[in-house]
């Protein structure tokens, strides 16, 4: 069985005219004699109203209760297109995870899938007909609904493809791929023909919204090659695949940026050892998320100074939990709102001596001040003014010859 996961993703099923053009991609891939697994998200904007709607029931809306209702929108979708389907003469039927099932494991709004059964839906292709499956939602073991996270469709297809040894998966989206970087922000951006789930789950988890992070990563631990294109344009998308699958001649792939982002400056902490847990525990505690952190050396060896950055969203809870820690001493708090990360992402940068030279050189030349630098083996990430920052992508993406010629 040749068989093909094709998941689509809210915008691709935002409407009913956008419903009919996904049947007829199915049907081509149908006619070519491959069998397809769909996976469809909810009508965009559907799971945003559902989630807005649990808050004005009630704050504290019973987790168990907010899965059964933020999944609902996927089960309109599938039943949309498969009676499409069936409309255009091509044997189809919605199947809701429970009626498959997949199995999770974890909590109620970010579980994960642990199993996927095959048994029915196999028996389905046989006879020849095409499954639109849920995404984003599954069962635990004690039958109850579960989600997998915000845009977790993406992880509902990899893991099919998965199960099901599909040939290929396939992501469609509003965009045409993956680009060197954001096309909306910067013309000059290019579509990226083939590129490492290294890179992709740092482009992604940088701001790139093409994909859901996690599910890169699953599908880097299962070798499944993702191919994301659009589905309202017949063009060629973005291969994500392993490293040794292709020959790379680019020192970096792409450039990400971020928005939101605050920095946080404890000024004069008295320095001694598990100061920095005791700053952090208490954000963790409260889900805050703290991305970037630099702490100097002391140069006296009583006091340093850190920094770290977070989403502009938490500076205030941040500021309240800082100020009322009685288990540090600190001087001062600066707080900075409109900064951003910028990022270069590559796996040429193992390899090739000077990039970091290069992108500071070449931000230095335009003037823009670096605050906070952040490295890791594959990525290069600073923070600057938001003001700078698509001055910095311009000059980056010129730098290191990513520019549409
Ligand atoms: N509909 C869900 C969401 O909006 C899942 C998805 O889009 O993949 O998060
Ligand atoms: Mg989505």
């Not at 899938?113 to 849920?134: A, V």
């Amino acid at each position: 069985m040749k068989i093909v996961v094709l998941k689509f993703g809210g915008t691709s099923v935002g409407s009913i005219e956008r419903i009919k053009n996904v049947a007829n991609i199915i049907n081509s891939y149908y006619k070519k004699k491959y069998k397809p697994i769909v996976v469809s998200s909810a009508m965009s904007g559907v799971t945003n109203d559902l989630i807005k709607k649990s808050k004005e029931i009630s704050e504290n809306f019973l987790p168990s209760e907010y899965d059964v209702l933020v999944s609902s929108g996927e089960q309109i979708a599938c039943s949309l297109i498969a009676a499409r389907l069936s409309h255009i003469g091509i044997r189809s039927r919605s199947w809701l995870s429970w009626q498959i099932p997949i199995i999770t494991k974890g909590n109620h709004k970010n579980a994960k899938i642990l199993s996927i059964y095959r048994k029915k839906i196999f028996d389905y292709l046989k006879k020849g007909g095409i499954p639109i499956i849920t995404g984003f939602q599954g069962i635990d073991v004690n039958e109850r609904i579960t989600t997998i996270g915000r845009g977790g469709s993406d992880a509902s297809a990899i893991m099919l493809a998965k199960f099901f040894k599909a040939e290929r998966c396939i992501i469609y989206t509003d965009v045409e791929g993956v680009y060197t970087t954001d096309p909306n922000k910067l013309k000059k951006a290019r579509k990226i023909k083939v590129i490492s789930y290294e890179e992709m789950l740092e482009m992604a988890s940088l701001g790139a919204k093409v994909m859901q992070p996690v599910s890169i990563q699953d599908a880097r631990l299962n070798r499944i090659n993702i191919e994301v294109k659009s589905s309202f344009k017949k063009k060629p998308g973005t291969l994500i695949t392993k490293r040794k699958n292709f020959k790379n001649n680019k020192i970096i792939a792409g450039i990400s940026s971020t928005q939101n982002d605050a920095k946080v400056t404890l000024v004069g902490v008295k320095d001694k050892p598990g100061v920095a847990a005791k700053i952090f525990k208490p954000l963790s505690k409260n889900s805050i998320n703290v991305d970037m952190v630099v702490q100097n050396v002391s140069a006296n060896g009583k006091e340093t100074d850190l920094t770290f950055t977070i989403k502009t969203d938490d500076l205030n809870r941040t500021k309240k939990i800082i100020e009322g820690n009685k288990e540090i001493k600190f001087r001062k708090l600066l707080l900075k709102r409109n900064v951003s990360k910028v990022s270069i992402i590559g796996v040429g940068m193992v390899t090739t001596p000077g990039v970091t030279f290069r992108m500071f050189q070449s931000l230095a030349k335009k003037n823009i001040n670096i605050q906070v630098i952040s490295t890791s083996e594959i990525k290069i990430s600073v923070l600057i003014d938001k003001k700078n920052t698509k001055k910095a992508i311009i000059a980056l993406h010129k730098e290191f010859k990513l520019d549409n010629q």
